[in-house]
């Protein structure tokens, strides 16, 4: 699993620092498996939720799908 996710990060070096600083940092956590979970969640919101300005303040999703 997680190098699943260092797959899905590495790729992006703007969301891992969005990631480090919007979440990451505000935790602390105690098992792996709680940064896992964590992390996860943070994914889905950075994809389908968080708005950009860069792509005319819309997430991810909703701009792709608009393109499409």
Sequence with gaps: MCC???IRIRGSPGFFSHFKSECFNLYSFKKA???IITAHKYIRFYNYQRFQKKLNNLSPYKYRTQAA
């Design 33 to 35: 498996d709680e940064v």
């Design 4 to 6: 699943r996710l260092y």
